[in-house]
């Protein structure tokens, strides 16, 4: 068993910032950017938050709370800390993450290791650039289909490809930002 949902590492990163319940590390995700990134219900919350448990990625404590049933407050433990900060600036291996845990590596990367987004950043092209390669010399192979499949794969390869470009283009965007340079 191993972190296999977005929002684990969500639930790690926050955890990173300070010890929280359950309720709280939801309603963080559901206010801000970071509900824009990822979709979450409370049930799924807190089936992460016991898959992470048994993992020994954080640990909770229990805290009375007067008359009210007790909660539990979690905290990463020191593996959950290691695991989440090495993820966290290690550049995605398909652009169709991009979408998700490029921006949710962003995210946390320029709240705890700001001088990490550069770094991450040029990885991220690198790593998009390498893949951008790989589907262009795709193009160069003759495809041995009928002549209706061969369409339809070159559209297909021909999506992807313009699809990495625009990435490619907006992670340089990006980084002229992270730089401080205005983009045009």
């Known amino acids: 068993m191993q972190i296999s ?21 939801f309603q963080l995700i559901e206010s801000g950017t970071l509900g824009q990134i990822i979709h979450l219900e409370m049930s799924q919350m ?3 938050l016991k898959k992470l448990e048994r993992l020994n990625y954080i640990e ?20 959950g800390h290691d695991i989440f900060l090495q993820w966290a600036v290690e550049p995605v291996e398909k652009p169709r993450d991009i979408r998700i845990l490029f921006l949710i590596k962003l995210y946390f990367v320029q709240r705890l290791q700001p001088a990490k987004m550069g770094p991450l950043l040029e990885q991220q092209i ?49 980084q002229l930002e992270v730089k401080g340079t205005p983009s045009n």
């Open 126 to 174: 690198t790593a998009c650039m390498q893949f951008l390669q790989h589907l262009k010399s795709k193009q160069q192979i003759p495809i041995l289909h009928s002549a209706d499949a061969q369409f339809f794969d070159n559209i297909v390869l021909s999506s992807r490809i313009h699809q990495t470009q625009a990435l490619l283009e907006w992670l340089h965007e990006l």
């Open 5 to 25: 949902e977005p929002a684990e590492y969500v639930i790690l990163g926050l955890l990173n910032t300070q010890p929280m319940h359950g309720y709280e590390m």
């Open 46 to 48: 807190y089936a992460f």
């Open 60 to 79: 909770a404590k229990i805290e009375p709370q007067g008359t009210r049933p007790p909660r539990k407050i979690f905290q990463l433990t020191p593996q």
